[in-house]
T-cell receptor
Framework: GENVEQHPSTLSVQEGDSAVIKCTYS??????FPWYKQELGKGPQLIIDIRSNVGEKKDQRIAVTLNKTAKHFSLHITETQPEDSAVYFC???????????FGTGTRLKVLA | NAGVTQTPKFQVLKTGQSMTLQCAQDMNHNSMYWYRQDPGMGLRLIYY???????DKGEVPNGYNVSRLNKREFSLRLESAAPSQTSVYFC??????????????FGDGTRLSIL
């Protein structure tokens, strides 16, 4: 069935360094890829998304890249800050469906 | 705008008790979803409602029922709670956009413990 693999499951970086989280999807028809940040005790919040007609998208310190041939996409956070510490989820959505397939999450710790 | 509102925030039940989790959104979204989140397993879809008047099973529907009461409200019912249903439950909603798929917006969850 449809699947999204997310790596790593945990990631620790020093404040100011970059962090990269990678996801691989199985359904080649997927055309929408959101990334969510979940802080403790809260629901997931959308931080950036990308559609399949675009290879890269940036929003300040956050960027997402998409490689449709390899069926993988990545989240890049530059100049990390302690407030970036959270769990991050990727997801993939095929066209014509109402569903997302979520990755299992990455716990990011930014060490001051 | 409040976005997606879930009630209650916390609940403890005994095995066999029933309960309804409430969800409401004020963004005029067509689609609504119920997920459960367990450690190490990400978000798993229980049920969803593509539009008012329709509901469909997700990945883990057993032991749950849903009602799409109107466009704003989508409730999740546990008829006979079991310890395996101890989890954090999230409701989400999604609109339809001309540019293709749209993001889901999540509530802050209901933390449910079944003893």
């Amino acid at each position: 069935g449809e699947n999204v693999e997310q790596h790593p499951s945990t990631l620790s970086v020093q404040e100011g360094d970059s962090a990269v989280i990678k996801c691989t999807y199985s359904d080649s028809a997927s055309n929408y890829f959101p990334w969510y940040k979940q802080e403790l005790g809260k629901g997931p919040q959308l931080i950036i998304d990308i559609r399949s007609n675009v290879g890269e998208k940036k929003d300040q310190r956050i960027a997402v890249t998409l490689n449709k041939t390899a069926k993988h996409f990545s989240l890049h956070i530059t100049e990390t800050q302690p407030e970036d510490s959270a769990v991050y989820f990727c997801a993939a959505s095929p066209p014509g469906t109402y569903k997302y397939i979520f990755g299992t999450g990455t716990r990011l710790k930014v060490l001051a | 705008n409040a976005g997606v509102t879930q009630t209650p925030k916390f609940q403890v039940l005994k095995t066999g008790q029933s309960m309804t989790l409430q969800c409401a959104q004020d963004m005029n979204h067509n689609s609504m979803y119920w997920y459960r989140q367990d450690p190490g397993m990400g978000l798993r879809l229980i049920y969803y409602s593509a539009s008012e008047g329709t509901t469909d099973k997700g990945e883990v529907p057993n032991g749950y029922n849903v009602s799409r009461l109107n466009k704003r409200e989508f409730s999740l019912r546990l008829e006979s709670a079991a310890p395996s249903q101890t989890s954090v439950y999230f409701c989400a909603s999604k609109g339809q956009g001309a540019t293709g798929n749209q993001p889901q917006h999540f509530g802050d969850g209901t933390r449910l413990s079944i003893l």
